[in-house]
């Protein structure tokens, strides 16, 4: 029981990525699966999700507008389509996925809600 994720990379100001979460061993149906960031320093956040059950979405402000979180149920495969990239983007992204009764309208939920967890991919910005 795994997530795969895939896409990171190094980019410009300005440039996009898309970044995929494949599940392994497991079906995403009544999960919420959530993408979380991590710099350097910072604490794990919480930038976007998406409910399975429902099919609602959440964005964090900093994200709002530039990214795009879709499903392919088919493939059991959550994307992150990130554009207009800054700078400040940079950082660790992991996907996460949970079972637990996450409420979008409110944002992610915190790490520890989360029960499986990709491994992480570098997303670096230059200005």
């Known amino acids: 029981v795994q997530l795969v994720e895939s896409g990171g990379g190094s980019v410009q100001a300005g440039e996009s990525l898309r970044l995929s979460c494949a599940a392994s061993?497991?079906?995403?149906?009544?999960?919420?699966i959530a993408w979380f960031r991590q710099a350097p320093g910072n604490e794990r956040e919480g930038i976007s999700g998406?409910?399975?059950?429902?099919?609602?979405?959440y964005y964090r402000d900093s994200v709002k507008g530039r990214f795009t979180i879709s499903s392919d149920n088919a493939k059991d495969t959550v994307y992150l389509q990130m554009n207009s990239l800054k700078s400040e983007d940079t950082a660790i992204y992991y996907c996460?996925?949970?079972?637990?009764?996450?409420?979008?309208?409110?944002?992610?939920?915190?790490?520890?809600?989360?029960?499986?967890w990709g491994q992480g991919t570098q997303v670096t910005v230059s200005a």
């Open positions: 996460a996925a949970t079972k637990a009764p996450i409420i979008l309208e409110y944002g992610t939920g915190f790490p520890y809600e989360y029960d499986h």
């Open positions: 061993g497991f079906t995403f149906a009544d999960y919420t």
């Open positions: 998406i409910s399975r059950i429902d099919g609602s979405t």
